[in-house]
């Protein structure tokens, strides 16, 4: 197998090498082509070029198989939970019991906000996207532990910042919950793990403690381990991208926060949800929806659907459909809209559209409707992916931080705008 690319241009040919990964992914690098050719390559969304190489998460789109650190995401999900994952996206290999414990007390330890960091969630007015109060947090939250602006000066520390973002996270997406409703900020309860403690502080009242139901901490933990991590889609390639200029984590965590929110990205769990209801509102079977979503002029797409790397199936997608049907016969909960995602899962499987383009139901699709059965709010949605997101962020951008030589991330474009021209004076423009 040759390990170079030839590539001929005004007659010229260049020899370009190549690259191969520990999945015997291949790649042309092209990193010299500019300084050697004057030329750039042009990739509109990126779906050909590697930015970078990563040990985190392998994806083989073709095959459905995702794997964290290697290991597939269905013995994941079925052995292990979001923090032990967490740990392994994090630090590379699974934890021992003594590791484990470490960096759950360290989590524990730090699951208070500062006090003062209260009144900033009172500046923003009821009913603000709690994706909003996410990311503006997560932000702030940098102000209150100096240490953390310069990498270089917070190494030592690195690790307790790494539990700390993971540990309040949670805290603040809650209380961006509590805030946008108008409802009293609950304390964590030290006594609780980590995903029971993030209901207790969305659904307590100061006058009665939320009964936890096992199964549905269970199904929350699922959800957050499953988007734990996945390689390097739009958040993670934003957090990635801040993090180059040396920026630090807790900003290029918010800033992942804000690609996550877009309804292509993370956004999408919401509005499979306002679609599902929208079908439903509107007495339609999911039939005229789809006909809607082949119509490229309609403005609507099958949300759930599709995805840049996965061409076979989406592996959490399946592990996700079965977990909801659990729930919600657990939970005794008969929800019609699970029976219209159903139907429309069936009919666009077998709809030459959805088949020839290689669109299948993603990990949205399904987790919308676990997350209603237990009680979330449709605009936390996208909270929670972002509080399962964080360990992959986390990961990547100590990958990034780690390297010897990381450049800042400086893409060039190809220029079609106007050629030079001069500055007319306002009373002689026309
Ligand atoms: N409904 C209808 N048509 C679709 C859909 C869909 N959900 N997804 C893609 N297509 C069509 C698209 O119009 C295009 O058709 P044509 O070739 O005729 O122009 C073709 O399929 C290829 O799509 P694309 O937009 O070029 O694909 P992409 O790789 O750029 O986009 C995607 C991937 C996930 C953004 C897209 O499939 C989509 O918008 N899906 C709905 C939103 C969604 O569910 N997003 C969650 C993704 S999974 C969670 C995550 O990791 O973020």
């Given at each position: 197998?040759?390990?170079?690319?030839?590539?001929?241009?005004?007659?010229?040919?260049?020899?370009?090498?190549?690259?191969?990964?520990?999945?015997?992914?291949?790649?042309?690098?092209?990193?010299?082509?500019?300084?050697?050719?004057?030329?750039?390559?042009?990739?509109?969304?990126?779906?050909?070029?590697?930015?970078?190489?990563?040990?985190?998460?392998?994806?083989?789109?073709?095959?459905?198989?995702?794997?964290?650190?290697?290991?597939?995401?269905?013995?994941?999900?079925?052995?292990?939970?979001?923090?032990?994952?967490?740990?392994?996206?994090?630090?590379?290999?699974?934890?021992?019991?003594?590791?484990?414990?470490?960096?759950?007390?360290?989590?524990a330890?730090?699951q208070f906000l500062?006090?003062?960091?209260?009144?900033?969630?009172?500046?923003?007015?009821?009913?603000?996207?709690?994706?909003?109060?996410?990311?503006?947090?997560?932000?702030?939250?940098?102000?209150?532990?100096?240490?953390?602006?310069?990498?270089?000066?917070?190494?030592?520390?690195?690790?307790?910042?790494?539990?700390?973002?993971?540990s309040q996270?949670r805290t603040?997406?809650a209380?961006?919950?509590?805030?946008?409703?108008?409802?009293?900020?609950m304390y964590p309860k030290q006594s609780l793990?980590y995903?029971?403690n993030f209901?207790h502080m969305?659904?307590?009242?100061?006058?009665?403690?939320?009964?936890?139901?096992?199964?549905?901490?269970?199904?929350?933990?699922?959800?957050?381990?499953?988007?734990?991590?996945?390689?390097?889609?739009?958040?993670?390639?934003?957090?990635?991208?801040?993090?180059?200029?040396?920026?630090?984590?807790?900003?290029?965590?918010?800033?992942?926060?804000?690609?996550?929110?877009?309804?292509?990205?993370?956004?999408?769990?919401?509005?499979?949800?306002?679609?599902?209801?929208?079908?439903?509102?509107?007495?339609?079977?999911?039939?005229?929806?789809?006909?809607?979503?082949?119509?490229?002029?309609?403005?609507?797409?099958?949300?759930?659907?599709?995805?840049?790397?996965?061409?076979?199936?989406?592996?959490?997608?399946?592990?996700?459909?079965?977990?909801?049907?659990?729930?919600?016969?657990?939970?005794?909960?008969?929800?019609?809209?699970?029976?219209?995602?159903?139907?429309?899962?069936?009919?666009?499987?077998?709809?030459?559209?959805?088949?020839?383009?290689?669109?299948?139901?993603?990990?949205?699709?399904?987790?919308?409707?676990?997350?209603?059965?237990?009680?979330?709010?449709?605009?936390?949605?996208?909270?929670?992916?972002?509080?399962?997101?964080?360990?992959?962020?986390?990961?990547?951008?100590?990958?990034?931080?780690?390297?010897?030589?990381?450049?800042?991330?400086?893409?060039?474009?190809?220029?079609?705008?106007?050629?030079?021209?001069?500055?007319?004076?306002?009373?002689?423009?026309?």
């Amino acid at each position: 197998m040759s390990n170079e690319a030839k590539l001929e241009l005004d007659g010229k040919v260049f020899t370009l090498p190549t690259i191969t990964g520990s999945e015997q992914e291949r790649a042309v690098d092209v990193s010299s082509l500019r300084a050697n050719t004057n030329f750039i390559t042009l990739d509109d969304g990126y779906g050909n070029t590697g930015s970078c190489v990563s040990k985190v998460t392998f994806i083989d789109g073709d095959k459905g198989i995702l794997r964290y650190r290697g290991i597939p995401i269905e013995e994941l999900a079925e052995k292990s939970s979001f923090i032990e994952t967490a740990y392994l996206l994090i630090y590379g290999t699974l934890p021992t019991r003594p590791q484990l414990k470490q960096f759950s007390d360290t989590i524990a330890e730090h699951q208070f906000l500062h006090e003062d960091m209260k009144y900033h969630f009172q500046g923003f007015p009821a009913g603000s996207h709690p994706m909003a109060i996410l990311s503006s947090m997560i932000n702030a939250a940098s102000c209150f532990d100096e240490g953390l602006m310069n990498w270089h000066e917070g190494k030592a520390r690195f690790d307790t910042y790494v539990a700390k973002l993971i540990s309040q996270v949670r805290t603040i997406a809650a209380y961006s919950h509590r805030q946008s409703k108008g409802l009293p900020l609950m304390y964590p309860k030290q006594s609780l793990k980590y995903t029971p403690n993030f209901l207790h502080m969305l659904f307590s009242m100061p006058y009665e403690d939320l009964e936890i139901k096992p199964e549905v901490a269970k199904a929350l933990d699922l959800i957050f381990l499953l988007h734990a991590d996945h390689e390097q889609n739009c958040s993670t390639s934003t957090v990635r991208m801040v993090a180059s200029s040396q920026a630090n984590l807790y900003a290029s965590c918010s800033a992942g926060v804000c690609a996550l929110w877009g309804p292509l990205h993370g956004g999408a769990n919401q509005a499979v949800i306002e679609m599902l209801e929208q079908i439903h509102r509107e007495g339609d079977d999911g039939s005229k929806f789809i006909l809607a979503a082949k119509d490229k002029t309609s403005g609507k797409k099958l949300m759930g659907f599709g995805h840049r790397v996965y061409k076979n199936h989406d592996p959490r997608a399946k592990i996700i459909k079965k977990a909801c049907d659990d729930v919600l016969s657990k939970l005794n909960i008969n929800d019609p809209l699970l029976d219209i995602a159903k139907k429309l899962e069936e009919a666009a499987l077998k709809d030459s559209y959805f088949v020839e383009r290689k669109l299948y139901p993603n990990v949205d699709f399904y987790s919308g409707i676990i997350m209603r059965a237990i009680g979330i709010p449709v605009e936390m949605f996208t909270v929670i992916f972002a509080i399962g997101r964080m360990p992959g962020w986390i990961a990547n951008y100590k990958e990034i931080m780690e390297e010897p030589k990381t450049r800042i991330y400086r893409p060039r474009q190809i220029y079609t705008g106007r050629t030079e021209n001069h500055y007319v004076p306002l009373d002689e423009r026309k």
